[in-house]
Each structure stands twice: as C-alpha cells, then as structure tokens.
C-alpha cells in the first residue's frame, strides 16, 4: 500500500498554482508527519506567493488553518 499525499498539500498546492505564471514548478514537500509543508516555485513567483508584506502568505496559512485537515500543519515558503 502506497501512503497517499495529506490533503492540506493538494490544497496549498492548487492555491499556489493558480496565483503564479510558472503553475508547473510548484512544488509542495510533505516533512515531519505530514506537519510541515515546504512550497517550492520559481524564482519570479517567490514575491507573488508571499505578497506585500506577507500579506498572501498569511492568507494561505489561514485557510490551511481552517481546513479541517490543515488545522495543525506549518507551512513555510522555501527560497
């Protein structure tokens, strides 16, 4: 039995691809039990995953946060 991908992953995942120009190099790595998520994009894409002042990225952390999957899940934004 393969183990599957947690669901706050594919989440932070298709929210990624849809705000960057380069959707096929995002890349979300699953650590820690599945309590860590590390997104990866491209270099240009950096800026607009986190936003002004952070602005995007807190977003996401908090619909990771109330998604009921993702409510104990870390996400951190990878250079």
């Known amino acids: 039995m393969t ?3 947690p669901k706050p992953a594919d ?4 929210i ?3 705000i960057t120009s380069h959707p096929d190099d995002v890349v979300v790595n699953v ?3 599945g309590r860590l998520l590390e997104l990866e994009t491209a270099p240009d894409d950096r800026g607009r ?3 002004r002042q ?3 990225a807190k977003a996401m952390r908090a619909v ?3 998604s009921r999957h993702g409510e104990n899940c870390r ?5």
Do not use: H, Y
């Not at 989440?11 to 298709?14: A, D, G, M, Q, T």
């Not at 996400?75 to 250079?79: A, E, Y």
């Open 75 to 79: 996400l951190d934004i990878v250079d």
């Open 54 to 56: 952070g602005r995007v």
């Open 64 to 66: 990771l946060g109330a």
């Open 49 to 51: 995953v986190i936003g």
């Open 11 to 14: 989440l932070i995942e298709f």
């Open 3 to 5: 183990a599957e991908r």
């Open 31 to 33: 650590r820690d039990g």
């Open 16 to 18: 990624a691809k849809v």
